[in-house]
């Protein structure tokens, strides 16, 4: 159970980068994801951290997240569908939260069973939802932000503290999402 780790990928020429990106490419809408060539291009950023979760040398899911000085916003995470409800995901978040930040993410609206169960695991794991309306930019062009919930451990974040991340990720995360020259 002690085996398992976070390994960082730090270009797109990593062998293991497709089989993590064909592992995003399942997990999540089209909407909802990174162009490829914006994907490619914070690689190498230095707040950007693309982290293969692994027990042993088996890759079991993605954790694509980004550090500041205050906090981690975990942009996607995903386990690999033949592995869930083995514990991976709230062994990651777990080990994930030993650092000394605050952790951040999103989820869709608790408004059907799908997402209230993900909402459950999450708070299972020691997050709270945040009270903020907050819209996710978008990823392309052609599409309009999307309204999702902000979560936090170990607690909720205050007006300010959900602003600065707000702040961080319309101008540092989403910066270039649609136009990878900009990274």
Known sequence: MNSLHFERLTTSSDPRFARAMTLYARSFPPHEQRESASQRAIMAHPAYHFLLVCDGDTFVGLMLCWETDDFVYVE?????????????????????????????????????????????????????ANPFRHVHPPYHADCGGHDLVVMSHPSALSAPDYTRFNEFLSQTVMRGATDSAHY
């Open 76 to 128: 996607h995470f995903c386990i690999v569908a033949d592995l869930r409800n083995r514990h991976y995901g709230a062994r990651a978040l777990s080990l994930l939260a030993q650092g000394a930040k605050r952790v951040i993410l999103e989820i869709d609206p608790p408004v059907d069973d799908i997402s209230r169960r993900r909402r459950g695991f999450y708070e299972r794991a020691g997050f709270v």
